[in-house]
């Protein structure tokens, strides 16, 4: 079955980097891209990112620019997702979900979600 | 960039129908999907132009598109459709973005 592992909860500093790993299984990794998509306590979803696993090729929502940086390891299955410079606003559950429209978007399979607290 | 536009808050009547609304310019070429999260967990893809329902949802979920409007329909509402729903597609102005909206409480009463 599919399945998408995300690393545990974190805790950072403001002004730090965090680095989230999100681990297929159950699926051919190469051929479905990954999204990262955030949510704030109390918040909505917000849409960060996507990689293509097969060539590496991501996009970035302007939101975070030149502060995500999305990469995969195709021997391991896995995708990591960094954020750098974070601030208490960082504060969210990170989630990785496969991306299973590739004309569209529509994320079928979700991580479990991993916790970021920035806190000083 | 785009923008997906839902109402905050929705309630229904037990056993009734709802319709909950997702607008946008980016709806008018791009099919949305549709999202359930209940508090603590992580979204549910409930309904997509692709797969229409994925494996285990129950065929009172539907889904519509006219226009710059997607909806997803409740029929014969229960208590355990009570949550969040999120709409999500592609951002027309910037396709290799995806989109959001902000989200609709749906209460059932």
């Known amino acids: 079955q599919v399945q998408l592992v995300q690393s545990g909860a974190e805790v950072k500093k403001p002004g730090a980097s965090v680095k989230v790993s999100c681990k297929a299984s159950?699926?051919?990794?190469?051929?479905?891209?990954i999204n990262w998509v955030r949510q704030a306590p109390g918040q909505g979803l917000e849409w960060m990112g996507i990689i293509n696993p097969s060539g590496g090729t991501t996009s970035y929502a302007q939101n975070f620019q030149g502060r995500v940086t999305v990469t995969r390891d195709t021997s391991t299955s896995t995708v990591y997702m960094e954020l750098s410079s974070l601030r208490s606003e960082d504060t969210a559950v990170y989630y990785c979900?496969?991306?299973?429209?590739?004309?569209?978007?529509?994320?079928?399979?979700w991580g479990q979600g991993t916790l970021v607290t920035v806190s000083s | 960039s785009s923008e997906l536009t839902q109402d905050p808050a929705v309630s229904v009547a037990l056993g009734q129908t709802v319709r909950i609304t997702c607008q946008g310019d980016?709806?008018?070429?791009?099919?949305a999907s549709w999202y359930q999260q209940k508090p603590g967990q992580a979204p549910v893809l409930v309904i997509s132009?692709?797969?229409n329902r994925p494996s285990g949802i129950p065929d009172r979920f539907s889904g519509s598109s006219s226009g710059n409007t997607a909806s997803l329909t409740i029929t014969g509402a229960q208590a355990e459709d009570e949550a969040d729903y999120y709409c999500n597609s592609r951002d027309s102005s910037a396709n290799h973005l995806r989109l959001f909206g902000g989200g609709t409480k749906l209460t059932v009463l």
């Open positions: 159950g699926y051919t990794f190469t051929s479905y891209y």
């Open positions: 980016s709806l008018r070429r791009y099919n």
């Open positions: 979900a496969r991306e299973y429209c590739p004309a569209g978007s529509c994320p079928d399979y």
């Open positions: 132009a692709k797969i």
